[in-house]
């Protein structure tokens, strides 16, 4: 017993040092993407952009383990903020000229902050599938409302107006978009580490597993869940302002649908949605096998990808990195 009491004691900390180097593995590979692959930007944007996306729903529907079908409402709202106060024609009536896009994106992220309070506040007397069923929706209820608005550009949406050059920067060209997606990408994914060891974290692990064995400890289901909500708003709404730049221009039939918001919870889901890269490698991996599927098999693509969620889901129901951890943890008990 006492020959395996530094082990057992050690393993929290490996497992932190191993979650900090395979994150530094990753981001490694991100940086050098773009100098290896330059004529493929446009897939490592839109791979970039939905990593973040994904581990942005992961501080809700993994940590606090709330399962929302409605976040491409919180994306869908950073990019008509950026998008709206940077159009002059369409500025409201107290704004005399257009916002910079950086200005339009944090009040894009204040007013998901603010929608994601109110409802949560609304759902969270919900569980299971009742409020993921009432996260679609409140997420409907957004899309009819831009639908509806000539305001929001209706159901013909919004073009994307020229925009200022900050530090010289063509905010229109891939090469820049592609940092800024990075940033994303490395901001949500520091963030869910900070998460992880702060006490924030181990009270949402708590909640998530057991609501009422958390409130004896003294913590407010409610209270932590709210909060995991609001931050993981005010990511999706950045994540939004970037999407709409790559876009270039969007409609409440493309960004606001709730197929979007199903794909955000897959890509999680299936690259393991308790975890830190979890999302960030489901990202990856269905990005790479969709386009490869794309190409090669044509019009079969959607067929294989579905059924290669379908393996995954059946043979992996923790995620491919719930699949590498119980692997690791099989060869440390071997050795």
Not at 134 to 154: D, E, K, M, P, Y
Not at 237 to 264: K, M, R, V
Request: charged residues 10%; aromatic residues 12%; without cysteine.
């Amino acid at each position: 017993m006492t020959a395996l009491a530094p082990t057992s004691a050690a393993r929290p900390r490996a497992l932190t040092f191993g979650n900090v180097w395979l994150s530094a593995v990753l981001v490694a590979i991100l940086f050098i993407y773009p100098f290896v692959f330059g004529k493929t930007l446009n897939f490592g944007i839109s791979t970039l952009l939905f990593a973040g996306f994904a581990m942005s729903w992961n501080i809700l529907g993994g940590w606090a383990g709330q399962t929302s079908l409605g976040h491409a409402a919180l994306l869908g709202i950073g990019a008509y903020s950026m998008t709206l106060l940077a159009t002059p024609e369409r500025l409201p009536p107290f704004l005399s000229s257009p916002l910079a896009p950086w200005w339009g994106t944090l009040v894009g992220m204040v007013v998901a902050v603010a929608v994601a309070a109110v409802w949560g506040w609304l759902t969270f007397r919900l569980q299971g599938s009742y409020f993921a069923l009432s996260t679609i929706a409140v997420a409907l209820v957004i899309r009819l409302i831009a639908i509806n608005s000539n305001w929001t550009g209706g159901a013909e949406g919004l073009f994307m107006p020229d925009l200022p050059r900050p530090f010289g920067l063509d905010l229109f060209d891939r090469k820049v978009e592609y940092w800024l997606a990075f940033a994303f990408v490395l901001l949500t994914l520091v963030i869910t580490h900070l998460i992880r060891r702060s006490r924030m974290g181990y009270a949402l692990q708590a909640v998530r597993e057991d609501e009422d064995g958390a409130r004896a400890l003294g913590i407010d289901p409610a209270r932590m869940k709210l909060l995991a909500f609001m931050l993981s708003a005010a990511l999706m709404a950045l994540g939004g302002s970037l999407y709409a730049l790559y876009l270039q221009a969007f409609e409440p039939h493309t960004i606001l649908e709730l197929p979007l918001s199903i794909q955000i919870a897959l890509l999680a889901i299936i690259g393991g949605r308790t975890t830190i890269q979890g999302p960030l490698i489901g990202a990856l991996v269905l990005s790479i096998f969709g386009e490869v599927f794309r190409n090669v098999f044509s019009s079969a693509n959607l067929l294989i990808y579905g059924v290669l969620i379908l393996l995954v889901t059946l043979f992996a129901p923790s995620g491919i990195m719930g699949l590498f951890q119980r692997a690791g943890s099989k060869l440390g008990t071997a050795r």
